[in-house]
């Protein structure tokens, strides 16, 4: 489960409970002008993730950690399909966040009221 | 493809498509949505531009050349139902405007440009229309075309039998034979 909120101008995100022994990080800071959206997506689950790089996947349990992808490192962090939202990121570390949050909706929302303007 | 994006929220709101509907019927790979818009709403604002763009300000142009107010009003109610045009920015005015400060600012935009068509529709050569009558105009505009998409066939007859007694509101209308 992660925890998002913003602070000033920056996106954070931490990893509660288990997933951050299971995904090996607990916090990512990552500037707002950084984050082009952010969108509920359960069916995310179902598509290839990629190779993994370090962290944890126990195939329809738990996926958490870094997998490497075409379009470059993606992050997860899912026990529960139906919690999922996905970040999409541009000039970090990662390209992607993969994250199950208590209420998608509303962080979903909040991410996206608080990136600039299009 | 943000063509049949429009089509797709127009069909079905923005609530009612999921990321795996927009998969499915755009034939859109996942990585691609997320790479070229960077969310489902990313995705929704670029379709409402485009609707605005190639549906709605065509329209307006349309509108604001016909010979009179009621003439306007029938082109409004002609227009192809679903598209992109005036069915996505009903739906966006009441689902997702409210909520979203981009999606109002667009939606204003094309109120804006269909008043300024009712307006021009309404000609300058015959009494002056009271303040305010171009909005009205509009309003009615939206919510004949609101009721011909459920169906209602009194949306067309409303604008052959009823608005052409109106000149008041719709002064061209006294033209009417």
């Known amino acids: 489960m992660a925890r998002v909120s913003i602070e000033a101008d920056q996106l954070i995100v931490e990893i509660e409970g288990l997933g951050k022994l299971w995904a090996l990080k607990s916090r990512l800071v990552i500037p707002l002008a950084h984050v082009r959206g952010a969108t509920a997506d359960p069916g995310i689950v179902k598509e290839p993730k990629g190779l993994r790089s370090p962290g944890t996947h126990f195939p329809g349990v738990i996926t958490s950690g870094t997998y490497r992808t075409k379009e470059g490192q993606v992050f997860w962090d899912v026990r529960d399909a139906a919690k999922v939202i996905v970040i999409e990121l541009t000039d970090e570390r990662y390209t992607r966040l993969v994250l199950q949050v208590a209420d998608p909706r509303t962080t979903v929302a909040l991410v996206e009221a608080a990136i600039p303007t299009r | ?177």
Request: charged fraction near 20%; aromatic fraction near 4%; include cysteine.
């Open chain 2, 1 to 177: 493809m943000v063509q049949s994006a429009a089509e797709l929220f127009a069909e079905r709101s923005y609530d009612g498509i999921s990321i795996d509907d927009l998969v499915t019927h755009l034939g859109l790979h996942r990585n691609s949505l997320y790479k070229t818009f960077g969310s489902k709403r990313g995705l929704y604002l670029a379709a409402l531009r485009w609707s605005l763009d190639q549906g709605v300000t065509p329209l307006a142009d349309r509108i604001a050349h016909a010979p009179d107010a009621v003439e306007g009003l029938r082109i409004a109610l002609a227009a192809p139902v679903g598209g992109a045009g005036l069915e996505l920015l009903l739906l966006a005015s009441v689902e997702r405007a409210p909520v979203d400060t981009e999606v109002a600012e667009i939606v204003d935009r094309a109120f804006a440009a269909l008043d300024s068509a009712t307006a021009a529709a309404m000609g300058t050569d015959g009494p002056a229309p009271p303040p305010g009558a171009a909005v009205a105009l509009t309003a009615l505009l939206l919510g004949l075309r609101l009721r011909t998409r459920s169906g209602d066939p009194a949306a067309a007859d409303a604008v052959n039998d009823a608005c052409p007694r109106w000149p008041s509101v719709l002064p061209s209308a006294a033209r009417q034979p």
